[in-house]
């Protein structure tokens, strides 16, 4: 495996540098999986990989930025689960949110006193395409997740997810200044967040697009509310060719709904979830454990 993964670390992304960029580039969509079954990766236990699974996972995600496991753990309620597998990949750094369970691992449920407060995942209600922690500043940055599903919804839930790195692909295909736009360091706004009417976190400024040590970040929300572009014609052109081709179906995008015992782990692609019904007996309700990591997830 690490043989076949050698040309791409000689091929960093390198959008500064056009040859070095289009040998990248052609890479990236002749190795990217054609279908969510791609995607997965079976495994014992998620939470005890052997080594031929953990390397496995991160070849898939060498390719997409995000596998997706498959374990018989399914209705089994044990947070541990997220976090040794988290552990087991090399994501070091968990990183709590301020609604994150004490242990740092939220349990995204559907919570009335959550939801009440705005927080849409601990509602049944859709998510719009983002990546996580769009909201935080650089110090703060999420570079990576994992969300482990104990019980799927009696109806709905699914996520479609794409890899950044081929939205990038597909906004400097369609016009390179979209990506100029984007990378602007005050290309994004998001105001202060208040919870329980204090400010729990400052307001943020950054680009969209951003490269360290040779990988692409990306930091992004459909959201229209709250959501400060900058204040030109070259921002707007450029956010309105990205939400249209999220919108109308991407044909890089994956569908998937996590069955009870899957997870998906990756370098914090972009993702939406649809709405969901859950099963009305006590219990049975859609749980989905999820960690987040300040680091990426490696190759193998």
Request: charged share 25%.
């Amino acid at each position: 495996m690490n043989a076949t993964l050698t040309p791409a670390l000689e091929q960093p992304f390198a959008p500064e540098r056009p040859h070095a960029y289009q040998r990248w580039r052609e890479r990236k969509l002749a190795r990217y999986p054609k279908r969510v079954e791609d995607l997965v990766v079976e495994v014992r236990d998620p939470r005890k990989l052997s080594e031929t699974e953990a390397a496995e996972i991160r070849r898939v995600c060498s390719l997409a930025n995000m596998a997706v496991y498959a374990s018989p753990l399914a209705g089994v309620e044990d947070k541990e689960i997220a976090r040794w597998l988290g552990a087991s990949l090399g994501l070091g750094s968990l990183h709590a949110n301020p609604l994150a369970d004490e242990d740092g691992i939220s349990s995204l449920e559907v919570t009335p006193e959550k939801s009440g407060l705005g927080y849409i995942p601990y509602s049944n209600r859709r998510l719009l395409w983002h990546t996580d922690g769009y909201y935080n500043g650089p110090e703060r940055r999420i570079r990576a997740f994992v969300l482990h599903c104990v019980r799927p919804a009696a109806t709905g839930g699914e996520n479609r997810l794409l890899d950044p790195e081929i939205a990038y692909i597909l906004l400097r295909d369609a016009d390179p200044e979209y990506v100029k736009a984007l990378s602007a360091p005050d290309a994004m706004t998001i105001p202060p967040g208040t919870l329980e009417g204090a400010e729990a976190r400052p307001a943020c400024t950054g680009p969209v697009f951003s490269v360290e040590d040779s990988a692409l970040h990306m930091r992004y929300t459909a959201r229209t509310r709250s959501i400060e572009w900058r204040a030109d014609e070259a921002t707007r052109a450029a956010v309105r060719y990205l939400q249209r081709f999220l919108d109308t179906g991407c044909p890089y995008a994956f569908t998937l709904r996590l069955s009870g015992g899957q997870g998906l782990v990756c370098n914090n692609v972009l993702h939406d979830r649809s709405a969901f019904t859950d099963d009305t007996a006590p219990g049975a309700g859609r749980l989905v454990y999820r960690a987040r990591y300040s680091g990426r997830m490696g190759s193998p």
